[in-house]
C-alpha cells in the first residue's frame, strides 16, 4: 500500500478485514506500518512544499496539529545529526508533557527502537545520531538568549503569557538564535486567538495551515463531535476553538464579539427542544414557530433587505419577536445569497408561515412597489410594511446597537454571518466586515427597530 491516508482507506474495511490485514505483515512490517506518518497523515499535516522559513499550523482542537509538529521534528532529527531544536511551550511543565511525554509528544510516536534519550533534568532530547532538541518556556524568553538552534517547534502560541511582552519576546529571541544549518526552520502550532503573536504571524509572511476539529473525525469519539456540535456550533468559541477561525474585533465596531456574547441563549432558556430540529440554524429556527408562541412571545415579525439585483447582494431575512418580558429574541437568519426576486420572496414567505408572523417590514429604496408586489406575488397574506431609508446604515444600526448594549436583546442560537456582519459597522459610518454590504444586518436593524423602537399602543379601557 502506497503512503497517503491509511486512516481513511482503512476506516472502509470491516474488522475482520482490517485484522487479516496486519496479521498478514511481518513483525518489522508492522512496526514500520504503525509508526510511518506519511501513510497515517492526512495532507494538511504533512509539511507544506517549497522553501518556507516559518509554517504555522492554525487549527480546531483536536485537529492533530501537535502530532504534526511533533512528527515534523522526529523526521528531521532521525535524518539529520546535525540538527539543533528548541522545543518552546507556555511554560516548561506543558513543553515536557505535551510536546515531549504527551500522547502525541516525541516518545510517543517514535518506534521504540528510535526514540531518542530523554534527560529531564537536562531539559534535553538526544537521538543516536547525535540531532538533539532542547526545551524552553515561553514565560521565560530570556532563556532563549544566547543560545543557537537549526530549527524550531512552538507549540500553543496563542497561550503563551504576554501581559509583560513576554510572548513576542520569546519568539523574537527564539528567530534570532536560528544561526545554525543551511535552512533553519520554525513550526508553530496552536489553536487560533487574536493575540498581537498571532495577529502578527498571520499578517506576515509566513506559511499556514488551517484546519477544523471535524478533519480529524476518525480519531476522535463520535460523541465528543456530537456534543461539541450541540453546544458551540457558530458561537464565536465554536468557531475559533473547533472551527480554527481567527476572529477579532474590528476598531471602532458597533457590536463587538464579547457583546453578542453576552446576549446568547440557547434552546433550552425558550424551552425548545434540540433533539427536534436538524439541518442548518435557519431550518431549526423555523422548525421552532409555535414553541416560540408557547413562550410568550407576543409580536413576530421579519426584516428584509432586497437586494438591489439578481446578481448583487444577499437579501437579508430576520425573523425576531418580542417577548412578554419586554425583550427582543432573534430567532433566525433565513437571508439567502444571489436570488431571484421569486425565489427570496418565497423564502420570505416560508419563514412568515412557520413563524406565524405578524408583519413583514420590508426595505423601499430599491424599488417600494416591486417589493411589496414581490412578496403578495408569494401568496404573503399578513400585512407588509415599507420602510424607507433616510439615513444610513450605520445610522439606523446606532439605536439597536444600544439595545445590546442595554441587554434588551438576545439571540436564540447562534446565526454566523449575520454576527459576522453586525461585527463589521463602525461607529461613524463604514462597514469592514464580510461582502459588499451588510444585508443581514440591515435586515435585523429593521425588525428590531419595528419591534423595540417604533411607537407602541397600548390596549385600555375607555
Known sequence: MNDGNATELLARLTPRDRQMFVSRLSTIEQQEFLYRWPFWARPEQMPPAGDWLIWLIMAGRGFGKTRAGAEWVRHIAEGDGSARFALVGANYAETRTVMVEGESGLLSIAPPKQRPVWEPSLKRLTWENGAQAHLYSAAEPEGLRGPQHSHGWCDEIAKWMNNAGQAEAAWDNLKMGLRLGSRPQLVATTTPRPVPLVRALVSGEVTITTGRTQDNHLHLPAAFLTAMEADYRGTRLGRQELDGELIEDVEGALWTRAMIEGCRVGRDAVRVEHSRYTGDSANRSLACARDERDMGLVRIVIGVDPPASKSGDACGIIVAGLGGDGKAYVLADASVEKASPETWARKVAEAADRFEADRIIAEANQGGAMVKSVLQAAKISLPVKLV??????????????????????????????????????????????PGRSPDRADALVWALTELMLGKRREPRVR
Not at 439595545?403 to 461607529?427: I, K, S, T, W
Open 388 to 433: 424607507h431609508a433616510a439615513r444610513g446604515k450605520v445610522a439606523r444600526a446606532e439605536p439597536v446597537a444600544a439595545l445590546y448594549e442595554n441587554e434588551r436583546v438576545r439571540h436564540v442560537g447562534a446565526f454566523p454571518q449575520l454576527e459576522d456582519e453586525m461585527c463589521g459597522l463602525l461607529v461613524g459610518g463604514g462597514y469592514e466586515g
